[in-house]
């Protein structure tokens, strides 16, 4: 594993190399292109790239960045000869450098992204050797060495110096601190030349810890992104469920004390079933079965738990994993209403938590949140009839930022961004002959794509007439026309498109989804249904004679 990144010759006068130190016990060196004289070295995270200063140029001093691999790229003239240390500053975003001056003192600057440098305050008389910053004490460090002798400095922005302890004879520069570990690094050479890496703790106890060479002098040093740090995969979620042939997104990044370091480039992915994934962010199709899936760089590694099924009805049956859960209740506002009072069956205090029993005939958080999940989940191979988003789950999301769910009777209804669910949503079943029997989720699902179509801007309402086929007026429980309508017409087109449409449901939901359309909506119009989409108008003529 890489643990730190140095700039440093390994003979004096000759070019930099870009050196990467494993603590267990490795170092190895490449060319630093295009090959400059450089001082100090930093990391920032956002870019994932590191930064020092080109002192010695014919154009005047200038700020780089340089990569992992070792590729400089120069950023702008800094106008200062900045030596003694680089360091950067996220709350500023910007660096802060220390200059040794012809005049035997150091100062503090900081530089801009460009490079443009402001001179800040004198830290004290000596030759700096290297600068860093901790974020958690917000406080720069500085080894500074004076009379042969080298100094742990402590610096804040305030123009508070203060001189800590001694850190020993023939420091040869660069500094840089671990905060998994709260220590800092540094390289500092023995009496015949042969250069040593070296801890240093706040304590002031001093550490040697391995051996880097002979002579290696002028060293810029900074930790790796991923020293101290932890595997962090962002997607899947751990116990995640997927349908086979559903597109599943891989991504992760590392993260360290003070937040994330690195993102997933070069990050590996492997699946216990699939094998190798990909590196990287890749979009992978995953096999049928329980995944444990891995994603690994260097010595770090997380592996998760994924589970994938042949269809959204297997899918439905199957608990939903705490953090799937989790992702749901943020996209919306759930408010958990209690029924009449003085009637415990009413109470959501009553229905704890989040069970999973699709046999139970009791309300279930969970079967709320599984219904939606599901919805989630749907995919067509035609665009949706309706709306601007890609998928039916986002659709609602648009215009509904609340879902009210009560334990009493009450009617569904919606508007102003909320939907107002009634006990029977809180409820794998919908026949009261059979309460230990899960109903298919379209029931539902229809349901609360009708009331979604009342929080939309352009919504006419519903109204009271003759239905086009003669059948009798239901009062406010129609929809005056197909096109634009209401929430019948919306439910309709739901059903319709899983129905004919459907990637991941199964064959019984879509037969459901059919007779929904066909037994339920048609006598709720009070015009002949009628579309300007030529697939809705095939499926008005197949279902519905229209």
């Known amino acids: 594993?890489?643990?730190?990144?140095?700039?440093?010759?390994?003979?004096?006068?000759?070019?930099?190399?870009?050196?990467?130190?494993?603590?267990?016990?490795?170092?190895?060196?490449?060319?630093?292109?295009?090959?400059?004289?450089?001082?100090?070295?930093?990391?920032?995270?956002?870019?994932?790239?590191?930064?020092?200063?080109?002192?010695t140029n014919p154009e005047g001093p200038l700020l780089c960045s340089i990569s992992t691999a070792g590729a400089l790229e120069i950023l702008g003239p800094t106008r200062q000869t900045m030596t003694g240390g680089i360091a950067y500053h996220s709350a500023d975003?910007?660096?802060?450098?220390?200059?040794?001056?012809?005049?035997?003192?150091?100062?503090?600057?900081?530089?801009t992204m460009s490079g443009q440098a402001s001179e800040l305050f004198t830290i004290t008389l000596g030759v700096a050797v290297g600068l860093t910053y901790v974020q958690a004490s917000d406080t720069f460090y500085a080894l500074i060495t004076q009379d042969n002798f080298?100094?742990?400095?402590?610096?804040?922005?305030?123009?508070?110096?203060?001189?800590?302890?001694g850190a020993g004879l023939r420091v040869f520069g660069g500094l840089c601190h671990s905060p998994s570990?709260?220590?800092?690094?540094?390289?500092?050479?023995?009496e015949d030349g042969f250069s040593y890496l070296w801890t240093l703790a706040l304590s002031g106890s001093v550490v040697k810890r391995m051996g880097l060479g002979y002579n290696f002098n002028h060293v810029g040093i900074s930790m790796s992104p991923w020293f101290g740090g932890s595997m962090n995969i962002k997607s899947p979620l751990e116990g995640e469920r997927f349908v086979g042939g559903e597109t599943t997104s891989l991504d992760a990044n590392i993260l360290n004390a003070t937040g994330p370091s690195w993102n997933s480039d070069g990050i590996a992915w492997q699946s216990s079933i699939d094998g190798a994934l990909g590196t990287g962010s890749p979009t992978v199709t995953l096999s049928p079965g329980t995944h444990v899936i891995t994603a690994s760089k260097e010595r770090l590694k997380q592996s998760i738990t994924v589970r994938v099924f042949a269809n959204l009805g297997t899918l439905y049956q199957a608990a939903p994993s705490p953090a799937e859960i989790g992702r749901v209740l943020g996209d919306f506002t759930f408010d958990w209403v209690d029924g009449a009072s003085g009637d415990p069956t009413q109470r959501w205090d009553s229905y704890p938590g989040f069970p999973f029993d699709q046999t139970s005939p009791n309300p279930s958080r969970t079967a709320v949140i599984a219904k939606l999940d599901v919805l989630r989940h749907q995919r067509f191979s035609e665009p949706l009839p309706y709306g601007t988003a890609a998928t039916a789950y986002e659709q609602v999301r648009l215009n509904t930022h609340t879902i009210r769910v009560s334990l009493d009777t009450a009617l569904n209804m919606a508007g102003g961004g909320v939907i107002n669910l009634n006990r029977t949503f809180t409820t794998w079943w919908n026949n009261p002959a059979t309460p230990t029997v899960a109903a298919p989720y379209v029931h539902s699902l229809y349901l609360f794509n009708h009331e979604s179509r009342h929080n939309e801007p352009g919504d006419p309402g519903h109204a009271t007439c003759t239905a086009w086929t003669g059948a009798p007026a239901i009062d406010d429980g129609m929809d005056a026309t197909?096109?634009?309508?209401?929430?019948?017409?919306?439910?309709?087109?739901?059903?319709?498109?899983?129905?004919?449409?459907a990637r991941y449901d199964p064959p019984a939901i879509r037969t459901e989804a059919k007779n929904i359309a066909v037994q339920q909506f048609k006598d709720r119009f009070c015009g002949h249904p009628t579309s300007s989409n030529p697939l809705v108008r095939a499926l008005l003529t197949e279902l519905w004679n229209a």
């Open 1 to 55: 594993m890489i643990d730190l990144y140095t700039i440093g010759s390994q003979h004096p006068g000759t070019d930099p190399t870009w050196t990467t130190i494993d603590i267990q016990g490795t170092v190895k060196d490449q060319p630093i292109t295009p090959a400059r004289q450089l001082a100090g070295l930093t990391y920032k995270p956002a870019p994932r790239l590191y930064y020092t200063v080109a002192p």
């Open 93 to 111: 975003d910007c660096f802060y450098a220390l200059s040794n001056e012809s005049d035997g003192s150091v100062k503090l600057y900081s530089i």
């Open 150 to 165: 080298t100094w742990f400095y402590s610096i804040k922005t305030s123009s508070t110096v203060t001189k800590l302890f």
């Open 181 to 190: 570990e709260n220590l800092f690094y540094f390289v500092a050479n023995e």
């Open 482 to 501: 197909f096109e634009p309508g209401s929430g019948f017409a919306r439910a309709t087109l739901y059903v319709m498109w899983v129905y004919k449409y």
